[in-house]
């Protein structure tokens, strides 16, 4: 498939090392932010949201933190495993029900080592 | 899957052509969001119906147009293609105060 974003930055793992992506958003008003894989030839894949109200989320093998006084976002992935290379997007909106477009972050590429 | 449904997978025209790309969104939600991904640019909101309205417009040209139809189908329609426009161009849907769930894209190759 297409190679997305050829000049991410890269973080390289370990199998079964744990990943943490960090992520900068713009906007002190978004209430609302999603964390996003996207594998090659495939559209991103929602992984797990945050809303602002929140300062931690944890899912399956996953855990977003959320700091909004420094308007920084992390993704940890637990045990990472090969399955998980992909590229990484956050995104954030200002919530407002029925119009609540998206603003992605730049991404990061995750490469899993054996 | 994520219940999004895209076509064609692939286009390839020639520059100054018009194509429409189609979106089916999942059952039951409401928002359609159109992406445009190119390689330098990242993921580039370009617009959002709901229930068959516009609701939130961002970087779409003027050559572009969407429409959200009465069975919340979408198409998104390009015209006057240039070379720049070759990029992946996503769809998503959503339920209200949910996240969005996107489609497998469709690769515009204009030459």
């Known amino acids: 498939g297409e190679s997305v974003g050829l000049h991410l930055p890269t973080l390289s793992v370990q199998e079964g090392d744990n990943s943490i992506i960090n992520c900068a958003y713009s906007?002190?008003?978004?209430?609302?932010f999603i964390w996003y894989k996207q594998e090659s030839g495939k559209g991103p894949q929602f992984i797990i949201d945050?809303?602002?109200?929140?300062d931690k989320r944890q899912g399956q093998r996953v855990t977003v933190l959320l700091n909004k006084t420094v308007k920084h976002l992390s993704l940890q992935i637990a045990a990472t495993q090969p399955g998980d290379s992909a590229v990484y997007f956050c995104?954030?909106?200002?919530?407002?029900?029925?119009?609540?477009?998206?603003?992605f972050g730049t991404g990061t590429r995750l490469q899993v080592t054996l | 899957d994520s219940g999004v449904t895209q076509t064609p997978k692939h286009l390839i025209t020639a520059t100054g052509q018009r194509v429409t790309l189609r979106c089916s969104p999942r059952?039951?939600?409401?928002?359609v969001y159109w992406y445009q991904q190119s390689l330098d640019q990242g993921l580039q909101f370009l617009i959002q119906?709901?229930?068959?309205?516009?609701?939130a417009k961002g970087n779409i040209l003027e050559r572009f147009s969407a429409q959200q139809f009465p069975d919340l189908h979408s198409e998104l329609n390009l015209s006057s293609l240039e070379l720049g426009d070759s990029a992946l161009y996503f769809c998503?849907?959503?339920?209200?105060?949910?996240?969005?769930?996107f489609g497998n894209g469709t690769r515009l190759t204009v030459t």
């Open positions: 995104a954030e909106t200002l919530n407002t029900g029925t119009a609540s477009k998206l603003t």
């Open positions: 059952s039951g939600d409401l928002s």
């Open positions: 945050i809303r602002s109200n929140m």
């Open positions: 906007n002190s008003a978004s209430d609302y």
């Open positions: 119906y709901y229930n068959g309205e516009e609701r």
């Open positions: 998503a849907s959503s339920a209200p105060n949910s996240p969005l769930h």
